[in-house]
Each structure stands twice: as structure tokens, then as C-alpha cells.
């Protein structure tokens, strides 16, 4: 509860929150516009363009045979496209929404057209990453760390194996300023400070939201206390050329989804987590918490903001490719069944796993949601 009411107290500005709700519809939109759009040129229906799903819901207006919605329920979005599925669902489906007078005629399309469209929301997000870098890059400048000359600070705290700095309230972030009364310039300071009180309580001052903390402890034998530490550093700009703006943008994306596959691969125990990398940062997280994290980039700039927008953008089109049937990964998967057998799965086997795997999603959010109010993103 102390963490929940954290999240919507401390820090809590409107203005960050509205910015990051309106960044994440921008990804919903640019997704499922990558569908239509695919769609349209490739000859498929589509009744419904929404954003968000369920109902009470609000047309903003029909172009293209083609009726956009919004809902308040902006957990995502889709576009109908009763031509991807079997001809009884699409039936189903146009009658369900009250549609089938539209005249609508099921044509089986080729399944290279089916798997372009499954894949062009994926698309859409990557072009939308690429586009937000080429901006920042070009306008603003290539982000760059660079350390501040004598500052030491606490990367992460160890909380498995040496736990004496977290035992003891240290956290990551903090600025360590003096040891045993000894000001602390350089990691050597704080390496030979520790060393000389071997098993023994010393002090240490460290600056934490600039606020001086005393914190007592007792490193080991051999001086150490489990953390991780460096100099601090600030973020300035490099300005660049248009060309080299374009260039890095794409160099960037390349990374961002490298990065986010080795993620899932450590999530799933076929990829090794590095040693110093810090606990829960392959944590699953939900909307409440993205929100709440996106809110901080933004009072942070526009920068560290953007840039969580990107990798927002690339998180959907990776976890959008996995193959799983109610994602666009599991589209794909069906397709490539029905090329081998020469035949598509029946929508009996196909409505079952999708109900299987939608169960096991809603669990994975609520999972999410919980590591939302017991663990948020970046405390």
C-alpha cells in the first residue's frame, strides 16, 4: 500500500501522465494503422478501425468502408479483418457488429497477403521508433554520457549474495560524499575507506535527493558491502548531421531490439543474466507502471521521454511477433500450419488456443499489474 500510494502521490504530475497516455495511444494508432493500410492496399475488408475495445464506443466517423471507433478502454486497439479468419467467423463476425448488410462477400485471400498484413502493425511500430530517433537526432541532438569529474555514485545495490548496503538503506542513486569522515572523490576512496575497517561499523554520508544521509554499516572481512558503483554522469547532446541523424535512428532501433530479445531470453532462462546487471530489471511490468515511469521521463525532458517511447514501440513489435495466437506472431503461426497442411487449423482448434493463451495473458497483466504497485519501474 505504501508503494501504491508512492506512485500517485510523490512526483505525481498530471501533465506527465496525460503526455504518456497520449504517447501510448500513438503507439496503438500507429500499429493498427500498419494493418489497414496493408489491408486496404491488398484488398481486404475492414469494417472496424478501434482504438481501445469494448463498448460504450464512439465513432469519429467512416472513410474507405472503413468505421473508426474509439472506447475508453484504451488497453490497445484493433482492426476487423474478417477475411483473416474462416468464413463462418467473419459471418459471425459482421453480424455480431451489425454489419452484414454491408454486402460483405468472404474471399480466402493468398496467405503471403494474410501474413503481410499480420506483420504490418510490427512494421509500423519499428518505422515509428526508427522516425522518433531521426527527430530527436536531428533536431536536438545524439544524447551522450559523460562523468562528473570526482562523484562517486551507488549504481545498484546487491540484494542476493552481499546484502549488507541494502541492509543498511543504501540505494542506487546515491551519491556517496564521505566515509569515516574522509571525502570521497574517487571509487579508490571508497574501496581503501571501506578496506581499513575491515569487519568493523563505519559511517558513511551519502547524498540522496539532495538531502545528506548518515548510514552506519559493517563491511566484510575484505572491505567490501555489496554495490555496484562509478562516477556520475550527465546527459548533454551532440549535434550531427541530417545523414548521420538517419543513420544512428536506424543503428539505434537495431540495438533496441537486440536488447529487448536478450531480455526475453534472460525472462526465459536460455540467455544468462550478466552479473551486474541490476535485480528486477527483467521484471514483467503493466500499463499503471509504464504510465507512472513515463511520466517521470517526461518531467525528466523531452528526451528521456522520446526515448521511452521508443523502446515502448519496440517492446510492442517484439512481444507483438511472438507466436502466440492472439498476437500477430500467432497469425503467422497459423499461416504457415496452413501452408504445410494445405489446409487451415479449424476454427474449433483455433478458437481454443486463442481462449487458452488469452486466459494466460490476462494472467501475465495481472502479474504485471501487481509488480506495477510492489516493484515499480525504476525504485
Known amino acids: 500500500m505504501t508503494e501504491l500510494m508512492s506512485m500517485f502521490t510523490a512526483g505525481f504530475n498530471i501533465g506527465g501522465i496525460a503526455a504518456m497516455i497520449a504517447g501510448l495511444a500513438l503507439l496503438i494508432i500507429v500499429h493498427e494503422f500498419g494493418h489497414w493500410l496493408a489491408a486496404q492496399m491488398l484488398g481486404f475488408k475492414t469494417p472496424i478501425f478501434s482504438i481501445g475495445f469494448g463498448k460504450p464506443y464512439f465513432v469519429v466517423g467512416n472513410w474507405r468502408g472503413t468505421e473508426f471507433r474509439i472506447t475508453p478502454w484504451l488497453l490497445g ?113 571508497v574501496r581503501n575507506n571501506l578496506a581499513s575497517h575491515p569487519s568493523k561499523p563505519v559511517v558513511v554520508v551519502v547524498e540522496r535527493t539532495g538531502q545528506n544521509i548518515t548510514i552506519t554499516l559493517t563491511p566484510t572481512a575484505e572491505g567490501k558491502i555489496g554495490v555496484a558503483m562509478g562516477p556520475q554522469v550527465r546527459q548533454t547532446f551532440k549535434e550531427v548531421s541530417v545523414g548521420e541523424a538517419a543513420k544512428l535512428s536506424v543503428v539505434g532501433t537495431y540495438n533496441g531490439v537486440t536488447g529487448i530479445l536478450s531480455g526475453l531470453g534472460m525472462m526465459v532462462g536460455i540467455v544468462e543474466k550478466p552479473a551486474n546487471l541490476p535485480d528486477g530489471a527483467t521484471d514483467v511490468h503493466a500499463i499503471v507502471g509504464i504510465v507512472q515511469y513515463g511520466a517521470d521521463m517526461f518531467a525528466q525532458g523531452m528526451a528521456p521521454f522520446v526515448m521511452f517511447l521508443v523502446m515502448i514501440s519496440l517492446n510492442l513489435a517484439v512481444f507483438n511477433l511472438l507466436p502466440i495466437p ?52 525504476g525504485k
Do not use: C
Request: a negative charge.
Open 77 to 189: 486497439g484493433y482492426v476487423a479483418l474478417p477475411e483473416m479468419g474462416d468464413e463462418s467467423s467473419a459471418k459471425e463476425f459482421m453480424k455480431a457488429n451489425g454489419l452484414e448488410t454491408q454486402g460483405f462477400v468472404y474471399q480466402r485471400k493468398a496467405i503471403w497477403r494474410r501474413a503481410v498484413v499480420a506483420v504490418a502493425g510490427v512494421t509500423m511500430n519499428i518505422v515509428l521508433a526508427v522516425v522518433l530517433l531521426f527527430g530527436m537526432f536531428a533536431t536536438t541532438g545524439v544524447p551522450t554520457q559523460e562523468a562528473v569529474p570526482n562523484t562517486v555514485v551507488i549504481y545498484n545495490v546487491d540484494a542476493t549474495n552481499n546484502t549488507i548496503a541494502r541492509d543498511a538503506g543504501l540505494q542506487g542513486g546515491d551519491r556517496v560524499v564521505s566515509i569515516d569522515g574522509k571525502t570521497v572523490q574517487t571509487i579508490d576512496d
Open 326 to 377: 492472439i498476437l500477430d506472431g500467432g497469425h503467422l503461426v497459423f499461416l504457415a500450419l496452413e501452408k504445410v497442411r494445405g489446409k487451415p487449423l479449424s476454427p474449433q482448434t483455433q478458437g481454443l488456443l486463442f481462449q487458452i493463451f488469452f486466459f494466460l495473458f490476462m494472467a501475465l497483466l495481472a502479474f504485471g499489474l501487481w509488480n506495477d504497485f510492489t516493484k515499480p519501474i
